[in-house]
């Protein structure tokens, strides 16, 4: 079965760290963009990272850089979304999709049509 499951969300207070990792399975990660998306309650889905097949283009959000870290490995067919210095404004339900035909410039505007998307998963911060 082809699909990617997103794991590493939970509770966290302001400040602290999760990672997160969406894992590929019935398709090879490698040759994909992957990103990393959130959306709010009531909200469109807005991308926030993502990295090229072969880790030479990284993109983040203003909203996340210097904060949140993407990285990827093909061998264990796997891509991480390392969050640190996490806010409450940070909440959300986050997915990673996979996609071949796009890069970190056009993955945002083209995410309703990826190849890929996860199930999502949660994240909360709060005291």
């Known amino acids: 079965q082809v699909q990617l499951v997103e794991s590493g969300g939970g509770s966290v207070q302001p400040g602290g760290s999760l990672r997160l990792s969406c894992a590929a399975s019935?398709?090879?990660?490698?040759?994909?963009?992957i990103g990393w998306f959130r959306q709010y309650p009531g909200k469109q889905r807005e991308g926030i990272s993502c990295?090229?097949?072969?880790?030479?283009?990284?993109d983040y959000d203003v909203s996340v850089e210097g904060r949140f870290t993407i990285s990827r490995d093909n061998a264990e067919n796997t891509a991480y979304l390392q969050m640190n210095s996490l806010k409450p404004e940070d909440s959300a339900v986050y997915y990673c999709?996979?996609?071949?035909?796009?890069?970190?410039?056009?993955?945002?505007?083209?995410?309703?049509?990826?190849?890929?998307w996860g199930r999502g998963s949660a994240v909360t911060v709060s005291l």
């Open positions: 019935g398709f090879t990660l490698a040759g994909y963009t």
């Open positions: 999709a996979a996609d071949r035909k796009r890069d970190c410039n056009t993955i945002r505007r083209w995410f309703r049509y990826l190849e890929h």
């Open positions: 990295i090229t097949s072969s880790g030479d283009m990284i």
